[in-house]
């Protein structure tokens, strides 16, 4: 089993920012790539953005310039930067992983964590 643990929701005013955490526990023999996905309310699920083992990111076109995400693969950790903040960035964030639980035999998760709410409003 794999478990991803969130922190770092909550109130923001509009401009301001939030850093969200995520920490993978459980049996890992290695994580591909992290990233966060967002659903607001009445809409689909959508990426933010993503971070591959090899450290390349991915942004969907709405935070690029605003977010960064980094993760501490040591530490089994992802992390999203959100700054300037807009009432449209309003959603619960959920974390994800791509794990290899094992080699052999061969054991390939997809993970994802409880989702963390982001207000985004004055």
């Known amino acids: 089993q794999v478990q991803l643990v969130e922190s770092g929701g909550g109130l923001v005013q509009p401009g301001g920012s939030l850093r969200l955490s995520c920490q993978a526990s459980g049996s890992i023999f290695v994580i591909n790539a992290m990233g966060w996905y967002r659903q607001a309310p009445g809409k689909q699920r959508e990426l933010v953005a993503n971070?591959?083992?090899?450290?390349?990111?991915n942004f969907t076109d709405s935070v690029k310039g605003r977010f960064t995400i980094s993760r501490d693969i040591a530490k089994n950790t992802v992390y999203l930067q959100m700054d300037n903040l807009r009432p449209e960035d309003t959603a619960v964030y959920y974390c994800?992983?791509?794990?290899?639980?094992?080699?052999?035999?061969?054991?390939?998760?997809?993970?994802w964590g409880q989702g963390t709410l982001v207000s985004v409003s004055s």
């Open positions: 971070i591959t083992i090899g450290g390349i990111t």
């Open positions: 994800n992983a791509g794990v290899v639980a094992s080699i052999l035999p061969f054991r390939y998760l997809e993970v």
